[in-house]
C-alpha cells in the first residue's frame, strides 16, 4: 500500500519516498510526539499476509531492538494498523556507500576505518545470534560525520524467504555479494556476512567486483568455482596482509573462512599496529576531493577485472553448448506461452534461456517436451518466443508449473512434497543452537528451530560449530516436546567500580584484545579467556567473579558471569 505525502499514519507524518525494495516502500516521516524524523517501511501486503514470517521477524526484530550499537540502524517498532504493517527505524541523515563507491578506490585508511565499523556492527548481532544475510553496499549508510550504519539487520531473513524462489535479473544487485552457501541453499550462519563483507572490502579498494559478469549464470559459476584475485596495477598498490585478509574472507568453504568478526578485527589491528597509519601506493593520478578528505581517483582507465578470464571461459562453452543444444531444442514447438511478437519476420534466430533448480536432478521439460535433467543451464530457444512454458519434476518434491522469460536467468527451488504421517508413536525435538552452528539428531542434519518429529525411545542430540562439539542422549515418550539449547559459549557481563562504590566506565580486554566497553553483555565462545578491564591512569583488580580467566565450554545450559573489578586512580 502506497500512502499520501501529507497523511498522518498511527502519528507518524508521512514526508516523502526514500526508498522501494523487495519489501515494501520505505518513507521519511515524522514522529508527531516525539517531533523527531523516523523511517517508516510499510511491508508489501503479499508478504504481510504470511502469518509464519511475520512472526519469525517480529521475534528476531525484538531480540535486534534489545541490542544498543552506534553501527546499526536501529529498530524501533513494529505495528499493524488499518493501513498496514510497519516497522519504525532510525532515520540516517546521509547516503549509502554505493554513493560513495561510484568515485572509484577508497584509500586504505578509510576503507579500514569502514571496515571496521562493520565488523563492530557485526560483533553486537552476531553476538545474539542474528545474521543479516544480505549485506552490500545499498544497506550500508554512511552518516553526515563519517558513522557506519547497517540497515536491515533483521530484516533481511523475511526479505530472503520471498526472493528466493525465483532469481531473475532484479535481484543481481544482492547476487553479486551472496556467499556459496546462499547459491547452493546451505547452512546460512554469520560466516555468510564475512563473505558478503570481503566482497564490499575488495570493492572498496579494487574499485571492482571480485566475482562480476554480465549474466547471473557468469556470477554465479564464478562465486563457486572462481578464485578471487587481485589484477594489475591494483595489487601491486595492497598490501599483502590485507589481500591475505580479503582471500579469507571469500573462501568458497565456511569452515576455510573466518569464523567471526572478532578474528577479522583482530588481524586488521595486528597489520595497523605492524606498519603504523597505513598508506596506499597511488594507483593512478589523483586530485583532491573535499568531502573524501584523501587522493582519490578521477577518470580511471578501465582496470583489468578478474571476470575476464570467467567471461572467456564461459563464452567458449556457451558457444559449444548453443551448437550441440541446438540441435536438441530445434524441435520444441511453436506457439509457447510467450506468443510470436508483431515484428513483420524482424527476430534473432535464437534466443538463450539460463535455468538452475535447487536441488539439482530434476526433469526439465520446455513447452511440454522433455529436455534433460537440471543443473544443466543454458537452453537455445526459436528466436521467435520471448517466454516459454517451464515444468520442472522431481521425485520427492512438488513440480512447479510456470513462464519464464528469455534472455534472463532463472533459479527455481523445488519444495518438498509433505511426508506421509508416521503410524508409530512419535515426539517432537525443537534445538536452537546460540549462537549458531549445526544440528543433528541421530547424526541427520536438521534446521534450528525448527520441530523435528522422532520416533519414541533414545533420541541423540549433535550440535557442531567451529570444530567444536556438544553431543547428548534423551529419552522421549510418546508425543513429548522437548525442547533444547546449544549454547557454544557464555554471557559475560564486565563492571568497573571506584573505592566509593560508584560505577566507573572502562574497556574490557580478552586475553589483551581490546574487546568492549564496560556496563554490557557480550558472548564469548569456548575457550580459555583472561577478563581484565583498562582505563589510562588507572590501575584495576577483580573484586568479585568466577575468577579472571573464564573457562568456557560448549554446554546445553546457559552460562552467565558477572565480573566486578575496583578502578584505582594512580597517585592515590
Keep these: 500500500m502506497q500512502l499520501e505525502i501529507g497523511q498522518e499514519v498511527d502519528g507518524y507524518l508521512i514526508k516523502e519516498i526514500i526508498g522501494q525494495g523487495g519489501m515494501g516502500i520505505v518513507y521519511k516521516a515524522l514522529d508527531v510526539g516525539l517531533d523527531i524524523d523516523v523511517a517508516l517501511k510499510v511491508i508489501n501486503p503479499s508478504m504481510a499476509t504470511d502469518e509464519h514470517l511475520l512472526r519469525r521477524f517480529q521475534s528476531e526484530a525484538q531480540t535486534l531492538a534489545k541490542v544498543n550499537s552506534k553501527n546499526i540502524v536501529s529498530v524501533k517498532r513494529f505495528t499493524n494498523t488499518e493501513n498496514g504493517r510497519f516497522i519504525v527505524m532510525e532515520y540516517v541523515k546521509g547516503g549509502d556507500l554505493s554513493d560513495v563507491m561510484q568515485k572509484g578506490p577508497l584509500p586504505l585508511p578509510d576503507v579500514l576505518d569502514i571496515i571496521r565499523q562493520l565488523l563492530t556492527a557485526f560483533q553486537d548481532a552476531h553476538s545474539v545470534g542474528i545474521v543479516h544475510r544480505d549485506i552490500k553496499p545499498a544497506n550500508i549508510m554512511i552518516t553526515e560525520s563519517d558513522v557506519v550504519k547497517v540497515t536491515d539487520f533483521g530484516l533481511a531473513k523475511i526479505r530472503s524467504a520471498e526472493t528466493t524462489r525465483t532469481m531473475t535479473q532484479g535481484v543481481m544487485g544482492t547476487l553479486y555479494y551472496m556467499s556459496p552457501e546462499q547459491l547452493e541453499d546451505g547452512d546460512v550462519d554469520q560466516r555468510s556476512d564475512l563473505w558478503s563483507l570481503g566482497v564490499v572490502f575488495y570493492e572498496l579498494l579494487v574499485g571492482a567486483r571480485p566475482f562480476d559478469a554480465t549474466y547471473e549464470a557468469s556470477v554465479m559459476y564464478a562465486i563457486l568455482s572462481e578464485p578471487v584475485s587481485f589484477p594489475e596495477p591494483v595489487q601491486s598498490a595492497i598490501p599483502g596482509e590485507i589481500q591475505t585478509i580479503i582471500t579469507r574472507l571469500l573462501e568458497k568453504k565456511q569452515v576455510d573462512r573466518y569464523q567471526d568478526a572478532t578474528a577479522v578485527l583482530i588481524d586488521i589491528d595486528a597489520f595497523r599496529k605492524n606498519v603504523g597509519e597505513p598508506h596506499t601506493k597511488p594507483i593512478r593520478d589523483t586530485k583532491e576531493d573535499p568531502i573524501r578528505r584523501e587522493p582519490v581517483i578521477e577518470s580511471p582507465p578501465k582496470p583489468v577485472r578478474p571476470w575476464r578470464r570467467i567471461a572467456i571461459t564461459g563464452i567458449g562453452l556457451l558457444l559449444f553448448g548453443a551448437v550441440v543444444l541446438y540441435a536438441i531444442f530445434k524441435t520444441i ?166 573505592r566509593a562504590g560508584d560505577e566507573v566506565a572502562a574497556k574490557v580486554l580478552l586475553n589483551g584484545e581490546r574487546g568492549w566497553d564496560t556496563e554490557k553483555w557480550f558472548f564469548v565462545g569456548p575457550g580459555i579467556w583472561n577478563v581484565s578491564i583498562t582505563k589510562p591512569g588507572w590501575d584495576s583488580r577483580l573484586l568479585e567473579g568466577p575468577g579472571d580467566s573464564l573457562v568456557i565450554t560448549p554446554s546445553f545450559t546457559e552460562t552467565k558471569h558477572r565480573l566486578k573489578f575496583e578502578l584505582t586512580k594512580r597517585g592515590n
Design 333 to 498: 514447438p511453436e506457439g509457447g506461452n510467450g506468443g510470436e511478437p508483431e515484428n513483420n519476420g524482424n527476430f534473432p534466430d535464437s534466443t538463450m534461456l539460463s535455468l538452475y533448480t535447487s536441488p539439482s536432478g530434476a526433469t526439465v521439460y520446455l513447452n511440454e517436451e522433455e529436455v534433460r535433467q537440471s543443473p544443466s543451464g543454458n537452453y537455445v530457444l526459436d528466436g521467435r518466443y520471448d517466454s516459454v512454458s517451464v515444468r520442472l519434476a522431481n521425485s520427492g518434491y512438488v513440480p512447479i508449473d510456470t513462464v519464464l522469460s528469455a534472455n534472463m536467468a532463472h533459479r527455481l527451488v523445488l519444495t518438498k512434497e509433505r511426508e506421509k504421517p508416521v503410524r508409530t508413536a512419535t515426539a517432537t525435538i525443537t534445538v536452537t543452537a546460540i549462537p549458531s552452528g549445526d544440528i543433528y539428531i541421530d547424526d541427520r542434519p536438521v534446521e534450528a528451530d525448527s520441530p523435528e518429529v522422532v520416533n519414541i525411545g533414545r533420541r541423540k542430540i549433535t550440535c557442531r560449530y567451529g570444530g567444536r562439539e556438544l553431543q547428548a542422549t534423551f529419552r522421549l515418550a510418546a508425543n513429548e516436546r522437548l525442547e533444547k539449547e546449544c549454547y557454544f559459549g557464555a554471557a559475560v557481563y564486565v563492571q568497573g567500580f571506584n
